[in-house]
């Protein structure tokens, strides 16, 4: 194992978790991070990732990546990361894994419609509804709300994009009962983590459009970046079929912004003169991330997909149709709570704002099935054209 870098967070100096139980056994060998990693995995809410939308929504082929499969390819990049660099991996897994937690169904389309529904009530962010999630909804233990997760893990999933100046409601309710200092950077594990996923979809949702047939090869090759490893990779490997070389394309992509981070955090951390977990925090700047000139080619990257697949115009279309179903749902459920199931039923609060946050925080758990399944309940047919792929 790496030696564990000084300013790597230390699993024995955690600052604890907000429920402290006196005498509470600790199951294993495990780190309290390791223990925080576990809690996720085993939790309804990560199970549920698998029938959430990545890129595609409801997409029917078995291939393409849903939030599970990419929540797991990030943990794999972040763990690769934090072990070049010295840091607790157990913490940066961890983070990868809850880091999507918290999106509605139907992914932004799903996010958006709750933002415009509840925008008299506090509005909806799906960052601050994963500590929301963790910290409040999934509660398997007696003596507690949550999952009691540690100070480190709940403070890097807060504030693992840079500090949090206006905090919405609902991270402003969770950071008031469990102070998470969300004006300071987060620790390089959440960093990380933050720079793993970007790596993560960035690459993968090329593989993903590829293979929908929203990309092209042609169209692809435009990016000069992309272009001159595509050379490198035909000369390599003559004769090879095109699928094969393809994937090698996005291994190799993944590779070299990998490569890059380890290399850039490394020069940041010396030029800033970090010595502590508790220096990276208040470094007053993002010590993990690309270099200019991949921060530069990833810009041009993002901004191609965005152009040829996040907005395609099929895309568009279907994200607009999940956005009226989640609309539709709201609007039933508060119109008549009576077809909440009983448990939410039972603990609808009589006032707002409190009754409609309820509202979406049922609707945010949903699953894209389980929404079409209630919108199938509620209206008497299943919403056409989710699926494009």
């Known amino acids: 194992m790496t030696e564990r870098a000084p300013w790597a967070c230390d699993p024995s100096h955690s600052r604890g978790r907000e429920f402290a139980l006196a005498g509470e056994t600790t199951r294993g060998p495990r780190s309290v991070f390791q223990r925080d990693r576990d809690r996720i995995i085993h939790s309804i809410a990560f199970r549920r990732l698998r029938h959430k939308t990545q890129v595609f929504i409801a997409p029917d082929g078995d291939h393409y990546r849903v939030r599970l499969t990419h929540s797991l390819e990030v943990a794999q990049i972040g763990r690769v990361i934090a072990r070049a660099l010295g840091l607790d991996e157990d913490l940066t897994e961890a983070l990868c894994l809850a880091h999507d937690i918290g999106h509605p169904p139907f992914g932004h389309a799903g996010e958006d419609a709750l933002e415009e529904a509840m925008a008299e009530h506090g509005g909806f962010d799906h960052n601050a509804n994963t500590l929301r999630v963790l910290m409040r909804l999934e509660s ?43 004006a300071q950077h987060a620790s390089l594990e959440a960093q990380v983590a933050a720079i793993s996923d970007d790596i993560a979809y960035d690459n993968h949702d090329i593989d993903d459009g590829l293979r929908a047939g929203f990309l092209d090869l042609d169209t692809l090759l435009t990016l000069p970046s992309l272009a001159a490893q ?20 996005v291994r190799g992509q993944i590779g070299r912004m990998v490569n890059d981070v380890i290399e850039e955090t490394r020069c940041r951390i010396a030029e800033s003169g970090v010595q502590t977990a508790a220096d990276a925090r208040s470094a007053g700047r993002t010590l993990a991330g690309f270099s200019p000139a991949m921060a530069a080619e990833e810009r041009v990257l993002k901004a191609f997909m965005y152009e040829t697949l996040y907005l395609h115009p099929e895309q568009v279309e279907t994200a607009n149709r999940a956005r009226a179903v989640i609309a539709r749902l709201f609007a ?30 049922f609707i945010a758990g949903m699953t894209d099935k389980y929404a079409m399944d209630c919108y199938a309940k509620l209206f008497g047919e299943r919403p056409e054209g989710l699926s494009n792929v």
């Open 230 to 249: 595509w050379r490198g990779i035909e000369a390599r490997f003559p004769g090879a079929p095109r699928d094969r070389l393809l994937r090698e394309l």
């Open 332 to 361: 039933a459920y508060r119109s008549t709570p009576e077809s909440l199931p009983d448990s939410w039923r039972e603990s609808l609060p009589t006032s707002e704002p409190a009754r409609s946050r309820h509202i979406a925080d």
């Open 140 to 182: 398997p233990y007696p003596r507690h709300e949550g999952l009691n997760l540690t100070w480190e893990l709940l403070e890097g999933l807060a504030k693992h994009n840079g500090p949090v100046y206006a905090p919405t409601w609902a991270l402003a309710e969770l950071d008031a009962a469990f102070p998470l200092q969300l």
